[in-house]
């Protein structure tokens, strides 16, 4: 394997703890065989049926992604990046040690990658039970989300948000969060999946010009989506978002519900602003708690609110969820305009960098619209009083 060996080295000194075959414990920290991080090409392909359409699980906005078998009796899930980056293959290494170092119960565990050749693939672990998605739209099965299920899967996300943004070895925002990208465990727990991935292709959004950009982009934060302004707010909206389809069964645009109805938040605000916010709530739920669901819908339009700085941040939002004593503020008008449009801006550079937390808010700015600036920065003097009000 050649010039693998350094990388390995290296790896193996970065990372002090042995990690192996996801949640392992210990592993040998010395002498044995833990460099097992990188996996060689033939061995995925081998446990793929040399990436047969068979073992094909899907195929997202970075590529194709297939079960596998290893030769241990693990299942795992490889994903293949087809997106060439302009990342070498340093830069690359670099980012999936820090990705693996990344490990929450509600995060999908990264095991390693392959970098042989002109490709690259990273292989996690193997969820059974597809994504959120299949279960949430499809009115066959989502009985299998009773009410408390889905109040679980809520806080799950919560807390594998706060993670990222809080509590991981250094700070990652998302920026695809959406029903797809959570995956179920055999208790259907949920696990984020792909977090980190924005990081290995910097400069380059692959999602703005792929086939795939409409269903992600109603979960686009408008000051992102028209302005490139990147925090971790946007993977707020984007939670909000989910949550909203989570308590209603619908996916965030419909138009075959046609009139108000089509965009989940606007519909969801004019309920909110009759009083009326339970008509949200899933018809094909047989029980619900009304309390929760009437919380979970004030929450998503909270996170959902056009004044950036006036969306909860997840601590703010763990708090809210945990806590029987919480009167949720009222939210203000929610951020519709522009998330179904295109992004314009040129300079990508900026949106690189989501270790943006040195400033209060943690905004990167990918291009300097004035009028937003503006905007922007008034909402920020609102942000240290709604933070310290709670
Ligand atoms: N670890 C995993 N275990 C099981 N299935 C997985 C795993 N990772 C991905 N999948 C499945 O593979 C398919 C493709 O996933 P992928 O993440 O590439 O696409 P996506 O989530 O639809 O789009 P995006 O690129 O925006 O994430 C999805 O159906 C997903 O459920
Ligand atoms: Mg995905």
């Given at each position: 394997m050649g010039c693998f060996s350094g990388l390995r080295c290296c790896l193996e000194k970065t990372l002090k703890i042995g990690r192996r075959g996801g949640g392992g414990d210990e592993d040998d920290d010395g002498g044995g065989d833990s460099c097992d991080l990188f996996f060689e090409l033939r061995t995925l392909q081998i446990a793929t049926n040399f990436f047969s359409e068979l073992n094909k699980l899907g195929h997202g906005g970075f590529g194709p992604v297939y079960k596998g078998l290893m030769p241990n009796g693990q299942e795992v899930a490889v994903k293949k990046?087809?997106?060439?980056?302009?990342?070498g293959l340093k830069e690359f290494t670099n980012e999936i040690i820090l990705l693996l170092k990344?490990?929450?119960?509600?995060l999908v565990t990264l095991l390693g990658c392959c970098a042989e050749g002109p490709e690259k693939m990273l292989v996690y672990e193997y969820l059974p039970n597809k994504s959120l998605d299949y279960f949430l739209f499809d009115k066959r099965k989502s009985?299998?989300?009773?009410w408390l299920k889905r109040f679980q899967i809520v806080i799950g996300i919560v807390r594998g948000l706060l993670y990222l943004h809080e509590e991981a070895p250094e700070r990652i925002i998302h920026r695809d969060i959406k029903a797809g990208n959570i995956l179920l465990d055999e208790e259907l727990n949920p696990k984020i999946s792909d977090f980190g991935l924005a990081r290995l292709f910097p400069g380059e959004d692959t999602h703005l010009d792929t086939f795939r950009i409409s269903g992600t982009h109603g979960y686009m934060a408008p000051e992102y989506a028209m302005h490139g302004y990147l925090s971790v707010k946007t993977d707020v909206f984007s939670f909000g978002v989910l949550v909203l389809e989570i308590v209603s069964g619908r996916k965030n645009h419909d138009k075959g519900l046609g009139g108000e109805k089509a965009d989940l938040l606007s519909y969801t605000w004019s309920l909110f602003q009759a009083g009326k916010v339970l008509e949200l709530v899933d018809p094909s739920l047989a029980k619900c708690n009304p309390d929760e669901a009437a919380m979970c819908i004030q929450l998503g339009l909270l996170c959902c609110q056009a004044a950036v700085a006036e969306r909860p941040n997840m601590n703010s939002i763990h708090l809210m969820l945990s806590s029987d004593s919480f009167t949720l503020p009222r939210p203000g008008k929610p951020g519709i305009l522009g998330r179904r449009g295109r992004w314009t801006t040129t300079n990508t550079s900026a949106l690189t960098d989501t270790n943006a937390g040195s400033t209060s808010t943690g905004v990167t700015k990918a291009s300097a619209g004035s009028s937003f600036v503006e905007d922007y920065s008034r909402n920020s003097i609102s942000y240290s009083s709604l933070d310290e009000g709670r």
């Open positions: 990046l087809s997106v060439s980056s302009r990342q990344i490990q929450h119960k509600n009985s299998a989300l009773d």
